[in-house]
Nanobody, 127 residues
Framework: QVQLVESGGGLVQAGGSLRLSCAAS????????MGWLRQAPGKEREIVAA????????YYADSVKDRFTIFRDNVKNTVALQMNSLKPEDTAVYYCAATTSGFTIATMRSPALYDYRGQGTQVTVSS
């Protein structure tokens, strides 16, 4: 089992940047593929970025590609999401999540496959 705690959300103007961090505790962090999910009011939860256990492979939703970067540090047990060129439509609660199902097409598409999730951090982008 792994416990996840996010930090770094806040209010930013369109075009600005934020960096979200997630600290993990528990067993075998490096064995989990990790992801950042988000949920905006009235919308379904979606995966915006995912990273393999080694950090060697990453996935980005089309809506954030070339603006967001996910990376992890298996020594410090952290995963982060650097968000640049933020848009009002990026406004959502962002969740750090871990999956035991590996880094696969399925875990790039289905938030339900993430076994553990943090409490979330609010990101608000003003226009």
């Amino acid at each position: 089992q792994v416990q996840l705690v996010e930090s770094g959300g806040g209010l930013v103007q369109a075009g600005g940047s934020l960096r979200l961090s997630c600290a993990a505790s528990g067993r075998a962090f490096s064995s989990y593929a990790m992801g950042w999910l988000r949920q905006a009011p009235g919308k379904e939860r979606e995966i915006v970025a995912a990273i393999s256990w080694s950090g060697g492979s990453t996935y980005y939703a089309d809506s954030v590609k070339d603006r967001f970067t996910i990376f992890r540090d298996n020594v410090k047990n952290t995963v982060a999401l650097q968000m640049n060129s933020l848009k009002p439509e990026d406004t959502a609660v962002y969740y750090c999540a871990a999956t035991t199902s590996g880094f696969t097409i399925a875990t790039m598409r289905s938030p339900a496959l993430y076994d553990y999730r943090g409490q979330g951090t609010q990101v608000t982008v003003s226009s």
